[in-house]
T-cell receptor, first 115, second 120 residues
């Protein structure tokens, strides 16, 4: 799986949008961008994933640049409960040729939402 | 609760002792993963099963570690002759093979809350 680069930490004000960047300049054409988060003392939690189109669900939005070398996870209205480590991961999706069956985590971005 | 459950949540043991962790995946999930996480680091992959078959093992899984999933349901991770360096959170995750349960399944992993091991 391709490597990703994320800032180690960032602060965000409660109620404001949190924009989390991720660089994945060596991403391959069949690799998806996945985001997971890990709240303190809990296991990682799936947030969203995408290939090249922007994606939105009830938790977040994912914006992927046209060249797919970077992406941004957007938490539209951050709450204190969004304080967590956020992991950006690229992997070949299940069912695709060359698919790996595991997630390879980096160091993630530690997001602190402040009142 | 129908999520992934792990037992025990905390284990303190002395160096040299054996420990065993259990993971009960989400009931219909046919894939099960074990990860290890040390303080301040992201989770590291150890091994995974599809049904009862162990399909991949990391180099991190030394010969003191053994994982089983005998009936394709729950799994155990045993560490023999524990060392202080084994102190970590051991995470279990499960997923459903994509394509099953309708087109909305894309195989994302669901994690348990982990078993924290402290080796004194």
């Amino acid at each position: 799986d391709a490597k990703t680069t994320q800032p180690p930490s960032m602060d965000c004000a409660e109620g404001r949008a949190a924009n989390l960047p991720c660089n994945h300049s060596t991403i391959s054409g069949n690799e998806y961008v996945y985001w997971y988060r890990q709240i303190h003392s809990q296991g990682p939690q799936y947030i969203i994933h995408g290939l090249k189109n922007n994606e939105t669900n009830e938790m977040a939005s994912l914006i992927i640049t046209e060249d797919r070398k970077s992406s941004t996870l957007i938490l539209p209205h951050a709450t204190l409960r969004d304080t967590a480590v956020y992991y950006c991961i690229v992997r070949v999706a299940e069912g695709q040729r060359g698919a790996g069956n595991k997630l390879t985590f980096g160091g993630g971005t530690r997001v602190l939402v402040k009142p | 609760d129908t999520g992934v459950s792990q037992d025990p949540r905390h284990k303190i043991t002395k160096r040299g002792q054996n420990v065993t962790f259990r993971c009960d995946p989400i009931s219909e999930h046919n894939r099960l993963y074990w990860y290890r996480q040390t303080l301040g680091q992201g989770p590291e992959f150890l091994t995974y099963f599809q049904n009862e078959a162990q399909l991949e093992k990391s180099r991190l899984l030394s010969d003191r570690f053994s994982a089983e999933r005998p009936k394709g349901s729950f799994s155990t991770l045993e560490i023999q002759r524990t060392e202080q360096g084994d102190s970590a959170m051991y995470l279990c995750a499960s997923s459903l093979l994509p394509g099953l349960a309708g087109g909305t399944n894309t195989g994302e992993l669901f994690f348990g809350e982990g078993s924290r091991l402290t080796v004194l």
